[in-house]
T-cell receptor, first 115, second 115 residues
Framework: GAGVSQSPSNKVTEKGKDVELRCDPI?????LYWYRQSLGQGLEFLIY????????KSGLPSDRFSAERTGGSVSTLTIQRTQQEDSAVYLC?????????????FGPGTRLLVL | AQKITQTQPGMFVQEKEAVTLDCTYD???????LFWYKQPSSGEMIFLIY??????QNATEGRYSLNFQKARKSANLVISASQLGDSAMYFC????????????FGAGTRLFVKA
């Protein structure tokens, strides 16, 4: 596609439920990032995928958070047993993966509200 | 450890005037990249400008320029001829050159452009 897409755009869930957030990167981009942005805050790195390499999971805040990337394209971020503090905007970004430092192109985000 | 500091939570500028948004960083890596992103109220993250640590010239992109002072570890964004549409949050970010993972973002500066 023309840009990074994310779904759903908004998600309201009850505490304790699991949620899945989807990211579809720019076609051909091998690098994919997930970030979390709490209200009024900067971006917090969660996880990074690059091609077939093992992902960098160093930013995941707890073992309730996991992410996978199937076929080197679409990625799913899963939050199990959601808590109210998980409420935030979850942003996905992709880059070409061809160079060491690259511009990341961001999706519109998924706004998650945990009641 | 890498760190990005944006000391201005909010800034006001008169339309058509220039404004400088401050960013300082800390890293022990010799090679790194610095980015500025704009986030309007709509929530999307828009790439503005990039500066590599070994670049001799300051980066420029239209009305945006990056005042890169390596010895001081500062990468200030200068917006010339401010427009009402420039009102947004602005984030400074840094990535290592040897792998674009775990990009660190600053807390952001909210810019208000007055008519």
């Amino acid at each position: 596609g023309a840009g990074v897409s994310q779904s759903p755009s908004n998600k309201v869930t009850e505490k304790g439920k699991d949620v899945e957030l989807r990211c579809d990167p720019i076609s051909g981009h091998t690098a994919l990032y997930w970030y979390r942005q709490s209200l009024g805050q900067g971006l917090e790195f969660l996880i990074y995928f690059q091609g077939n390499s093992a992902p960098d999971k160093s930013g995941l805040p707890s073992d309730r958070f996991s992410a996978e990337r199937t076929g080197g394209s679409v990625s799913t971020l899963t939050i199990q047993r959601t808590q109210q503090e998980d409420s935030a905007v979850y942003l996905c970004a992709s880059s070409s993966g061809l160079a060491g430092v690259e511009t990341q192109y961001f999706g519109p985000g998924t706004r998650l509200l945990v009641l | 450890a890498q760190k990005i500091t944006q000391t201005q939570p909010g800034m006001f500028v008169q339309e058509k005037e220039a404004v400088t948004l401050d960013c300082t960083y800390d890293t022990s890596d010799p090679s790194y990249g610095l980015f500025w992103y704009k986030q309007p109220s709509s929530g999307e993250m828009i790439f503005l400008i990039y500066q590599g640590s070994y670049d001799q010239q300051n980066a420029t992109e239209g009305r945006y320029s990056l005042n890169f002072q390596k010895a001081r570890k500062s990468a200030n964004l200068v917006i010339s001829a401010s427009q009402l549409g420039d009102s947004a949050m602005y984030f400074c970010a840094m990535s290592r050159f040897t792998g674009g993972f775990k990009t660190i973002f600053g807390a952001g500066t909210r810019l208000f452009v007055k008519a």
